[in-house]
């Protein structure tokens, strides 16, 4: 018995022994403790943003020329009404001169001719009383009454000769409106396209041609961002945004929605979109933001404080998560609440203080494994 006794021990030890050695390795595993905190649920953009001005214009003259004057650069800050770009227009000049000197002439003709109207209505008059008198015969007073009228009505048309000349001299002043650009508000010029002397193209319509001079007010800027379409049910003007940018990174700037556009964007080989604005909270902290800065944003639709959350990234098909108990992997059926990218809420299934995991792509991790686990 003392013999059976033995062997059975050695057996034991050396299933014990295979059993060590040839048991499965614990697979290294992320895990993070089930604790409280703040969820939100928010919407991103789905592809960059971008910070606009609330004012841009790209000016071209309305008719094409050489460039006789360029009264600003790139980078200055301009006035409204300040003149910035005028062609040559030594033409248009002379026709405005031309029609002044037209003006004057037509003046002084109406002059004459209205001057011999009225003495001609004085003499029409004086051959009526003479008439009356029995001095003139009635046809030398007809005479006199028809001179009369035609003389009134010649004064009349130098009149609409004047008037004519006037509407030639301001046709020339519209004409060389034509060939100046003037600053419609205060800004800074982004882009001037041409340079003194240079021949200046106008843009028409459908057309890409680079306007000369691209104008800026740089005081006032909203963020410009594509949503997907299955989220703009969700968007409404007034709604809290987080403003971030990768040229400031890890600032937040607050901002609200300020316009949902009222169509869907659809664009060739890209998910359709419905263009969002957002103005910020706080222009102080966006007035040194560059138009065109890359954007990105995030909508707040709700948000708890205080609740029970795991990482989103923890959460498997189905609702499912994976649990470490006694190092091993126990999967547990949970029911969820507000959610984000980072963080959703749980509402059953999960204690604060337990352990899930986060890291299911490794390989093997799969409930009923055993894990060795390390924190993030």
Do not use: H
């Not at 214009?57 to 009404?81: A, M």
């Not at 410009?224 to 989220?231: G, L, N």
């Not at 060739?268 to 957002?278: D, P, S």
Request: charged share 25%.
């Amino acid at each position: 018995m003392r013999r059976i006794a033995i062997a059975l021990a050695v057996v034991a030890l050396l299933a014990a022994g295979i059993f060590w050695f040839t048991r499965p390795k614990p697979i290294a595993v992320v895990v993070r403790e089930v604790s409280t905190g703040q969820v939100e649920a928010t919407l991103a953009n789905t592809r960059a943003g971008t910070v606009e001005a609330c004012q841009r214009t790209k000016l071209s003259t309305i008719i094409g020329g050489r460039i006789e004057y360029l009264g600003v650069k790139e980078g200055d800050r301009v006035k409204k009404g300040q003149l910035l770009l005028k062609l040559w227009n030594d033409d248009q000049k002379a026709n405005t001169t031309l029609a002044e000197a037209q003006i004057a002439l037509a003046a002084r003709r109406s002059d004459e001719v209205c001057i011999a109207a009225v003495n001609a209505e004085k003499e029409a008059k004086r051959q009526a009383e003479l008439r009356a008198k029995g001095f003139v015969s009635p046809s030398r007073e007809e005479a006199a009454r028809t001179d009369a009228d035609v003389r009134r009505a010649a004064c009349t048309t130098s009149k609409a000769d004047v008037a004519q000349a006037q509407a030639k001299w301001q046709a020339t002043r519209v004409e060389q409106g034509r060939i100046a650009l003037y600053a419609p508000f205060d800004g800074i010029v982004a882009k001037i396209v041409g340079e003194l002397g240079e021949y200046s193209t106008p843009s028409p319509p459908g057309v890409p041609t680079p306007p000369a001079i691209d104008l800026i007010d740089d005081t006032c800027l909203y963020v410009s961002a594509p949503m997907d379409e299955v989220d703009a049910p969700k968007i409404i003007v007034g709604q809290a945004v987080r403003v971030t940018l990768d040229a400031l990174p890890g600032k937040i700037l607050p901002g609200k929605v300020r316009r949902v556009a009222p169509y869907v964007l659809a664009v060739e080989k890209q998910a359709r979109t419905v263009e969002i604005e957002v103005d910020f909270s706080q222009p102080d902290d966006a007035s040194k933001l560059l138009v065109g800065y890359s954007a990105d944003v995030e909508i707040i639709l709700a948000g708890r404080d205080k609740v029970l959350r795991i990482p989103t990234a923890a959460i498997q098909e189905g609702g499912k998560v994976l649990v470490v108990v006694d190092d091993k992997l126990e999967e547990r059926l949970i029911k969820t609440g507000l959610a984000n990218w980072e963080y959703t809420e749980v509402s059953a299934g999960l204690q604060a203080g337990e352990r899930i995991v986060t890291s299911l792509e490794r390989a093997g991790v799969k409930a009923g494994v055993f894990v060795s686990a390390g924190s993030k």
